[in-house]
């Protein structure tokens, strides 16, 4: 489910790190040996194997990321974005694993098309991609996709991402026949008729600066519906990028009773509301919008007791003209590979709302888990996938320092902590600073 | 005058002032609203001489860009360069390059490149201002950009209020009608609340935004609401800006039966004021409109003198505090 281009795996050593894998409930100052891109040995005063080591000390070694959301604007927008700007975008990020929604132009909706983007990866990709196809032909919300041939083409999954599947009763063909799939479906929620025209949260904000409204009830109606149908056909499903106090509340219910609901949320709805689109910036400008303080608590709240538990980037590159405009006029979306960690360990981390222990198993363990990929480990017989973390790094984010293709970033021109400073996927050495 | 100022700046260390720019009532202080109405006042007396031009700006550029259609605030922006010397240029969005997909940003460093000291500019998008603030030297004048804001009417509102009662502070408005849609509204709840009065909103329910109770005001669904009010401020039923089975609310007809300012509910001496252009019959009654206690043409005349006071103020960049009177000692 999982394509990068091939090439030669790494030997190393990483010494005196301090090693954290939440899943495996190691913390300790470890010695990590990688043979031929896989951990063969964890332990102090390792013996070298004549590899090249890496000095760890003062540094956090821990499993490398996921992101189960990105935007790869391949095909049809490469000028925004392709597999391989993306990819390195994301190994800068420390991921050694993205999913790639199917939003593109054309459509992902056919094994011909995903086939192409499955080769394309193959040849360019940095770090190992997935590729999820459309629920319904062209996201018309009319007809279903051909989901089993496009699962036996390596589809990771199946989302109409960008636009809600509208029908309920479509709605529930795709839970019906996405387990002929066993891949996961990704729902973008959205009651349309109550969004509409929206730009923002609703609420005090929105209506002092005039801005049509996306109330967060637009998010939880569908949250509440889709849950209501995975539980009535026994099927799971992921929900997408929540950012509503009332969406938690449901999801939480909804597995307390059972229902096998997975649900991710992004960095920029874990440290910003609704407040920040005073500056009318168009980088702050994403669907769901950013929302009030007390949604953004409930946010926190859901990822720190498992109700959430994936971060996901909702990486949305936008060229410069397209971003450069009255916000009304600017298209929704941000990236985010390359700042992820840096935006949870500023804004969560450091003020001690969010154990460091929870962002790195959320943003790993946690949306490998939804989508049924291999969670990254540090284990002996692992795979290497490993992110070196540097907590004390503090600098300022420039358009210069993105290997993405596009910078339209929230945290332009601020100053965060927490660096990457080397990036291991699949047992390859993809970033190093 | 012109002689304390360059004592005072010989006083400073040399640094550029930062541009300043009339985009938000947000933005202002009371301060900067009493000597705005003030410098309006200085400049009404002006108007009545037989000669109305005053060289004030003799040599500087206005440039008033206009990407939507209006007829009282670009005929008064324009008026009032002229009024002050400036050399005034107006551009509409169309039969210009914004007909062949020129981006705004590109329109204003376009215009830009003429070193104009003012941009005046109303644009459907909220934060189109900011933008060409962004991108360009001169000062921006927001003539209203989108829902969001329309400063320049907030304050010719509030000199008629001053010139009618003597008095903002205190006074009680009722705004009345589409204030989903109106910046016109939002400009003004805020320099009422700015300068001390008190703003009741009255309107359908689906038209009084969520959450603008933050803004400092009161709301109320039922037009007996504006009964106690100093002012009957009425909004104009945008229609324009109501999408296609929105539902706002049922009909105009019933609107009109419903939240109308119709004589039956004003009461004598109760002022009424509306933006302009009026829905006559819909949001208010012709005869409410011609009655003597409507303020709707002087709002119009009050429109040049604070578009005056605006352009002048911007410009001259004079300390806070000073006496306004020497608008006229300087012209």
Known sequence: MLFAKSAPKENLVVRGARVIDPAAGVDAVLDVRVDDGVIAALGTELDTNAHRVLEGHGLVLAPAFVDPHVHLRTPGREDEETIASGTAAAAAGGYCAILAMPNTKPIVDSAATLGALIETARAEAEVPVGFLAAITKEQGGTELTEMAELADTGAAGFSDDGVPVASAGLMRRALQYGAVTGRRIALHCEEATLSREGQMHEGAVSAELGFTGYPSVAESLMVERDLALAAYERQPLHLLHLSAWESVQALRRARADGVAATAEVTPHHLCLTDEAVRSLDPNVKMNPPLRAASDRTALVEGLKDGTITAVATDHAPHARHEKDVPFEAAPFGVTGLETAFAALYTHLVEPGAVPLETILERMSAGPARAYGLDEPRIAVGSPANLVLLDLKASYRIGEESFRSRSVNSWLLGQTVKGGVRMTIAAGRMVFAA | ?331
């Open chain 2, 1 to 331: 005058m012109a002689e304390i100022r360059v004592m005072r700046e010989d006083l400073r260390p040399p640094a550029p002032p930062p541009k300043r720019h009339f985009i938000s009532i947000k933005d202002v202080t009371s301060d900067d609203v009493e000597r705005l109405l003030a410098t309006a006042r200085t400049f009404e007396r002006s108007l009545e001489r037989e000669v109305k031009k005053l060289p004030t700006l003799k040599g500087r550029l206005v440039i008033n860009v206009f990407y939507e259609s209006s007829t009282r605030t670009s005929s008064s922006f324009e008026l009032a360069g002229k009024r002050l010397s400036a050399d005034t240029m107006s551009i509409k969005s169309s039969g210009s390059s914004v007909d062949k997909g020129e981006s705004l940003k590109d329109t204003a460093i376009t215009l830009g490149a003429y070193d104009p000291d003012v941009i005046v500019i109303r644009h459907p998008q909220i934060g189109a201002p900011h933008l060409v603030a962004r991108v360009t030297e001169a000062h921006v004048v927001n003539a209203g950009d989108g829902k969001h804001q329309h400063p320049t009417q907030a304050l010719l509102d509030l000199y008629t209020m001053r010139e009618a009662f003597g008095r903002i502070e205190g006074l009680h408005v009722a705004i009345v009608g589409d204030v989903l849609h109106s910046r016109v509204a939002r400009s003004l709840i805020q320099g009422l609340a700015l300068m001390g009065a008190h703003v009741t909103l009255v309107a359908p329910p689906a038209l009084l935004p969520r959450g603008i109770e933050a803004m400092g005001c009161e709301t109320a669904t039922d037009i007996g609401a504006i009964a106690g009010a100093d002012v009957v401020y009425v909004l104009r039923m945008q229609q324009e800006r109501m999408q296609e089975g929105a539902n706002y609310v049922p009909s105009l007809r019933e609107y009109a039966a419903r939240w109308g300012v119709t004589p039956e509910r004003v009461r004598p001496g109760q002022k009424v004021m509306h933006p302009g252009p009026m829905n006559r019959g819909v949001e208010i009654d012709p005869r409410v409109a011609d009655h003597a206690d409507a303020l709707i043409e002087t709002q119009v005349r009050a429109g040049l003198v604070t578009r005056m006071a605006v352009l002048y103020d911007l410009l001259t960049s004079g300390p806070v505090g000073v006496k306004t009177e020497s608008a006229l000692e300087v012209a």
